[in-house]
């Protein structure tokens, strides 16, 4: 529940090394590289954007070769495989690979030019099929389509737009040019959509007869040859033949390169990793026979890399302590209950060097607000045991989604219990099951009660807003506490003891006062009416006397009555818990519809099935849909009502140089 010391690593090599020591690093990921500025003739940055440049363009090469293998030779997959994580290279594994990066890349290159060259040849393809589509309805025509007549005679070869008959075409056309000169017409093919025909008059009559033509919707064909349209299908033809053998003949060469599939997936990590190298060296000096390095590595991981870099590569390492003054890159250290959560806080924000990292008490309620919300035993069930089967059996799993799987996990576990307090299994699916299929009286006892009984849901909905007053107080209490640490004891009464007892006291006014029986079931003495008004009063005063200090009179009176107006946002806050009731309500009464629609079928075999698919689908969604309203309203009640009070962030995350790959993890331990 802390933040990881960190220390300033400062590495001095021969440049011959600087390769092999990049590489360490990039694969132990313990160092975050600091950028190094240094004047003078000696030393020297190196520009590497063209070198990034080509990284980055052979990594799509071999991204590309990848995915033309995976079109060719689809792996397996299934919606578990996001839990499998990369897979795992060891060092030598990597060397060997590397040491073939031109075979492979050649290889990757082959696969692009096969590939490429039979989407060509199936676009040609499909340019030929389309251009014998256009031909058929003309292959009874034994000349060429480009026939425009002779030196005496004009001819016309082509479509009018809709069905028609030699006698129909013969009559629009008298009617467009009554006194239309003599002509010869024959009708090659009918379609649904057009009429293909042949028309040929004398020479000199070739625009009246065009003219006469494009009236009733005359129009050249799309396409021509200059050999009959049969010769031109059956040449089209051939060439597809061709082609589609060329493809086969492609696609054979390309299985040749099957078992260098996995390969490709290398070289397009291997050159992503040396892209990010690259973009590192940028952040180094060096001189013409050494460079220095500067950066942040965890205290934990100090002194091994430390001894690692000098045995190994004869380097000069130095280890310093960072000025308290200055700002470092941050790395939380939780136990295994709150690890899981700190993904949420780095949601918010990251804390600052020495502040309060509230990812261990955030941990406690958030666990407990999610199962509140869901609510039901059945579900939480269900949740820990997949999540925690995920875990089990995926040990390659990302370390983010390891974080994540294992706070749901956790969440799973409180909502089962709440779900036992509450009596709530899948709804009152014990008592349906037992009175539709068994005539019994079934039931599942709340351990505590059931909140959707009677005047239980008031009940909840008090112990909701105790559990926000605690959830809040807390949170002030730990703005207490970074007060006194940094030495000022004075601003922890003047902004949390005076909030502690301004709405303390309020809250134990209101419990002595009659008007909150009926929703409290108690009231208070009256004694504790008084006390709560002094209390009340006096946290009032401070506030308003202290809320603005350091301005002047008038803006300091304005501050203060400000400050005690913010009384009515901790109401606000306090009002926001009453969402664990409504969330809580909602997974139970819709648990319990889909219960009484699954038992609306009755007993028996038929019903039966009815009831399970209907219990099976129904419950799903409720899961789905409610567990991700509880995901966003815990977040929201720590985001706001809890941060809120105490929490400043602004830190930023330990970004270590290390690899970042899609397909393998390629890590050695110091």
């Given at each position: 529940m802390a933040v990881i010391k960190m220390q300033q690593i400062n590495i001095c090599a021969l440049r011959t090394k600087r390769k092999a020591i990049m590489e360490a690093l990039q694969r132990r990921g313990a160092v975050e590289i600091s950028p190094l500025e240094y004047e003078g003739e000696v030393f020297a940055?190196?520009?590497?954007?063209?070198?990034?440049a080509l990284f980055t363009k052979s990594s799509a090469t071999s991204s590309k070769a990848y995915e033309i293998m995976c079109r060719y030779f689809p792996e397996k997959s299934s919606m578990l495989d996001m839990f499998k994580g990369r897979d795992q290279l060891?060092?030598?594994?990597?060397?060997?690979?590397?040491?073939?990066?031109?075979?492979?890349?050649?290889?990757?290159?082959?696969?692009?030019?096969?590939?490429?060259?039979?989407?060509?040849?199936?676009?040609?393809?499909?340019?030929?099929?389309?251009q014998i589509e256009s031909l058929v309805p003309w292959k009874s025509l034994d000349i060429s389509m480009r026939f425009k007549g002779t030196d005496s005679t004009a001819a016309f070869i082509g479509t009018l737009p809709e069905p028609l008959t030699y006698e129909q075409i013969l009559l629009e056309l008298s009617e467009q040019q009554p006194d239309l000169c003599p002509f010869e017409l024959e009708l090659i093919n009918t379609t649904k959509d057009m009429t293909c025909i042949f028309a040929l008059c004398r020479a000199e009559f070739r625009e009246m007869l065009e003219d006469a033509l494009k009236k009733i919707g005359y129009a050249s064909p799309a396409v021509v040859s200059k050999y009959t349209p049969a010769e031109r299908i059956k040449t089209l033809n051939e060439r597809i033949d061709k082609l589609k053998n060329e493809i086969a003949e492609a696609e054979e060469e390309?299985?040749?390169?099957?078992?260098?599939?996995?390969?490709?997936?290398?070289?397009?990590?291997?050159?992503?990793?040396?892209?990010?190298?690259?973009?590192?060296?940028?952040?180094?000096?060096?001189?013409?026979?050494?460079?220095?390095?500067?950066?942040?590595?965890?205290?934990?991981?100090?002194?091994?890399?430390?001894?690692?870099?000098?045995?190994?590569?004869?380097?000069?390492?130095?280890?310093?302590?960072?000025?308290?003054?200055?700002?470092?890159?941050?790395?939380?250290?939780?136990?295994?209950?709150a690890r899981p959560v700190e993904s949420v806080l780095e949601t918010?924000?990251?804390?600052?060097?020495?502040?309060?990292?509230?990812?261990?008490?955030?941990?406690?309620?958030?666990?407990?607000?999610?199962?509140?919300?869901?609510?039901?035993?059945?579900?939480?069930?269900?949740?820990?045991?997949?999540?925690?089967?995920?875990?089990?059996?995926?040990?390659?799993?990302?370390?983010?989604?390891?974080k994540s799987v294992k706070m749901f996990f956790f969440c799973g576990v409180s909502t089962t219990f709440w779900g036992l307090m509450y009596g709530s299994f899948f709804g009152d699916a014990v008592t349906v099951i037992g009175k539709t299929f068994f005539n019994a009286d079934?039931?599942?006892?709340?351990?505590?009660?059931?909140?959707?009984?009677?005047?239980?849901?008031?009940?909840?909905?008090?112990?909701?807003?105790?559990?926000?007053?605690?959830?809040?107080f807390v949170g002030l209490g730990i703005s207490g506490y970074m007060s006194i640490k940094n030495g000022k004891p004075l601003d922890a009464v003047y902004d949390v003891l005076s909030w502690y007892l301004?709405?303390?006291?309020?809250?134990?006014?209101?419990?002595?006062?009659?008007?909150?029986?009926?929703?409290?079931?108690?009231?208070?003495?009256?004694?504790?009416?008084?006390?709560?008004?002094?209390?009340?009063?006096?946290?009032?005063?401070?506030?308003?006397?202290?809320?603005?200090?350091?301005?002047?009179?008038?803006?300091?009176?304005?501050?203060?009555?400000?400050?005690?107006?913010?009384?009515?946002s901790y109401l606000s806050d306090i009002l926001s818990y009453s969402r664990l009731l409504a969330l809580g309500l909602a997974t139970g009464v819709i648990a319990q519809v889909f219960n009484q629609i699954g038992s609306m079928f009755g007993g028996g075999i038929v019903g039966a099935i009815l009831f399970t698919i209907v219990f099976l689908i129904g419950h799903t969604l409720n899961i789905g849909i409610n567990a991700l309203g509880a995901y966003v309203h815990t977040n929201r009640l720590q985001f706001v009502e809890f941060f809120g009070k105490f929490y400043e962030g602004g830190g930023e995350k330990f970004a270590p140089f290390k690899i970042?790959?899609?397909?393998?993890?390629?890590k050695e331990d110091i």
């Open positions: 940055k190196e520009e590497t954007s063209q070198q990034q060891s060092a030598d594994e990597y060397y060997k690979n590397v040491e073939r990066t031109k075979e492979i890349m050649r290889d990757a290159a082959n696969v692009i030019a096969l590939d490429k060259s039979m989407s060509e040849k199936k676009a040609d393809i499909a340019k030929y099929e389309y390309i299985k040749k390169y099957e078992s260098k599939r996995d390969l490709f997936k290398f070289m397009e990590d291997y050159f992503l990793m040396r892209a990010d190298k690259y973009s590192e060296l940028e952040k180094l000096v060096n001189t013409k026979h050494t460079f220095f390095m500067r950066g942040y590595v965890p205290e934990k991981n100090a002194v091994a890399l430390k001894r690692y870099l000098s045995e190994k590569f004869d380097a000069v390492v130095e280890l310093a302590d960072i000025p308290e003054n200055q700002e470092i890159p941050i790395m939380l250290d939780n136990n295994p209950l918010y924000s990251m804390p600052k060097r020495f502040e309060f990292d509230p990812t261990g008490i955030m941990a406690i309620f958030y666990y407990i607000f999610f199962g509140m919300m869901f609510s039901d035993a059945g579900y939480g069930l269900v949740m820990a045991i997949a999540c925690g089967i995920a875990i089990l059996k995926f040990k390659n799993m990302e370390e983010g989604l390891k079934w039931q599942f006892p709340a351990l505590w009660f059931d909140p959707i009984q009677g005047t239980n849901s008031m009940t909840l909905l008090m112990f909701c807003f105790l559990f926000g007053i605690i959830h809040i301004l709405v303390g006291g309020g809250i134990l006014a209101l419990l002595s006062m009659d008007m909150l029986k009926s929703m409290t079931g108690f009231t208070l003495p009256p004694i504790f009416l008084t006390i709560g008004g002094i209390c009340a009063a006096v946290g009032a005063l401070i506030i308003l006397l202290f809320s603005g200090r350091g301005s002047s009179p008038v803006k300091r009176f304005l501050k203060g009555i400000y400050g005690v107006y913010g009384v009515t970042k790959t899609k397909h393998y993890n390629i």
